[in-house]
């Protein structure tokens, strides 16, 4: 078992500074571990025995360690050993993925071994500014009110902001099958398990799937495996870009990777701040974000959704992302009572990179159509009361 933990994470014994760094649980809660571990750095992988769990380190206090476990707590005790792996945790990437699912972790969920893959750190510094290419080709998801009125570039980031149940995972799924994209890594945060299935079965199309990286980590599954899921996705995203390739990450969603940020920070100590988050969710959402757009070569179109609460567009966390992305697309829940699917707010929906991909003839164009529903919507009203 040892032997197979070790290869399926990269990781070699002896340590490479030849110390064996370890310690012992001192305290057990439903979240965090608390652990006697002086020496070790934050991120660093843990093992825990007997039983060979895995854990990573999350806070440090002195020579006290507060590791988040890759399972569940439960059956944890105090006093068991833990040993420090002096190794970060690594993420599978390669063309071997497209067409498989994998858990928040990178391991493989349909039970067969994934060949011919590269490892890659799962926390990537963000491409330099100056390194980046500018965002001028569009590129065409084939929903027509995406495309004729916030018409999206390649490389750009965009966030999808709607209330439960409007409609999300059939724009996504829409999103799936965009014409000019060569790869999809599609990743599904604290979703039901049967919905996630799904919409992999019923949803996707065979030839969407055939190019597709699927991450899942559904609600039940632990904080950091939810929190990680978002990394590992964007560590594939980053390899297909880096060869060249146009790939379409889209994340759903982001509202519930900052939730499960947010209890680790919570169960760590930290105070929340703004609306119920800590500010160390605020602090690593820009990092996150800038690591997809526009590469050297390649580029990342990102689409990731946010949920919000009693259909509050200004809330904290949904401003904040609103400021980080280069767009945003809106879901109207009156569009969606009435069946109209995507029901896209087309007056509340902007891509800041419009005027860049369009041309001079189609400029005007969504200015007209964003009048005559205004127009419309005011005349509705008056009708209605």
């Known amino acids: 078992m040892k032997n197979e933990l070790m290869q399926r994470l990269r990781l070699k014994y002896p340590p490479p500074d030849g110390y064996c760094r370890w310690g012992r649980i001192q305290d057990v809660s439903a979240t965090l571990l ?13 093992c825990i025995k007997p039983g060979e769990e895995l854990a990573e380190v999350v806070g440090i206090n002195g020579s006290k360690a507060l590791l988040s476990p890759f399972t569940s707590t439960i059956g944890l005790h105090c006093g068991q050993q833990v040993t420090a792996l002096r190794r970060r945790h690594q993420v599978p990437v390669g063309e071997a993925l497209l067409g498989r699912v994998i858990d928040g972790f990178g391991r493989p969920l349909d039970g067969r071994e994934l060949p011919d893959v590269c490892w890659k750190d799962y926390d990537a510094m963000p491409p330099p500014a100056m390194v980046r290419q500018p965002i001028t080709p569009p590129l065409m998801t084939g929903i027509r009110a995406i495309d004729s009125v916030a018409t999206c570039g390649e490389g750009q980031r965009v966030g999808i902001f709607s209330a439960p149940g409007v409609g999300k995972s059939t724009l996504l799924a829409m999103l799936c099958n965009a014409p000019d994209a060569d790869s ?19 949803t996707l199309s065979e030839e969407t799937r055939k190019r597709c990286v699927i991450v899942v980590a559904t609600s039940d599954r632990p904080a950091l495996e939810r929190v990680r899921a978002l990394f ?21 969603s982001l509202t519930r ?12 100590g930290e105070t929340a701040v703004s609306g ?11 990092r996150l974000l800038e690591r997809t757009g526009m590469g050297e070569k390649g580029s990342i179109t990102a689409f990731y959704t946010v949920l ?8 904290p966390l949904a401003d904040e992302v609103r400021s980080l992305l280069d767009g945003h697309i809106v879901l109207s829940r009156r569009l969606a009572e009435r069946g ?20 001079p003839e189609h400029r005007h164009l969504p200015a007209i159509v964003r009048r005559c529903l205004a127009r419309y919507q005011e005349v509705d009203q008056c009708i209605r009361s």
């Open 34 to 46: 608390n652990a006697w571990l002086p020496g070790v750095f934050m991120g660093e992988l843990c």
């Open 184 to 202: 999809n890594v599609l990743v599904l945060i604290g979703e039901r398990g049967r919905e996630v299935r799904e919409f992999i079965d019923f």
């Open 340 to 359: 109209h699917y995507p029901a896209i707010d087309v007056l509340a929906t902007l891509s800041r990179v419009f005027p860049v991909v369009t041309r």
């Open 257 to 268: 990777y900052a939730r499960a940020a947010r209890e680790i920070a919570l169960a760590a």
């Open 276 to 286: 119920e988050y800590p500010p160390g969710v605020f602090s690593a959402l820009p």
């Open 308 to 315: 919000v609460e009693g259909d509050d567009m200004n809330e």
């Open 232 to 252: 590992v996705a964007t560590t594939i995203a980053e390899f297909f870009r880096d060869n060249g390739k146009r790939v379409v990450l889209l994340a759903d």
